[in-house]
């Protein structure tokens, strides 16, 4: 099993500043993708960012020039920095990471695991 565990989140007025992290943990053998999605009330969750394990990023349109993502392979850790913040960035931020684990019995298996979310609002 994989454990995400997300942290950094809050409250922050428009313009302002947050800085997400994300841990993952367990029998894993390695990670390829890691990224943030966010999902607001009434909405549908969405990509907000990934990266790969060789840094290649991927970002929303509506968070380029203003959101960074960044990733500690060591650490299997994801960063998500969050610059100029809009009211319309509120949501609930959840970490995801695709890759591969070791199983209990044995050998290697896939996963694609999930971390428990953790609230951004920005206020006006």
């Known amino acids: 099993q994989v454990q995400l565990v997300e942290s950094g989140g809050g409250l922050v007025q428009a313009g302002g500043s947050l800085r997400l992290s994300c841990a993952a943990s367990g029998s894993i053998f390695s990670i390829n993708t890691m990224g943030w999605y966010r999902q607001a009330p009434g909405k549908q969750r969405e990509l907000v960012a990934h990266i790969t394990s060789g840094g290649t990023t991927n970002y929303a349109d509506s968070v380029k020039g203003r959101f960074t993502i960044s990733r500690n392979n060591a650490k299997n850790t994801v960063f998500l920095q969050m610059n100029s913040l809009k009211p319309e960035d509120t949501a609930v931020y959840f970490c995801?990471?695709?890759?591969?684990?070791?199983?209990?019995?044995?050998?290697?298996?896939?996963?694609?695991?999930w971390g428990q979310g953790t609230q951004v609002t920005v206020s006006s």
């Open positions: 995801r990471a695709d890759g591969v684990l070791v199983r209990t019995g044995g050998g290697l298996t896939d996963f694609a695991s």
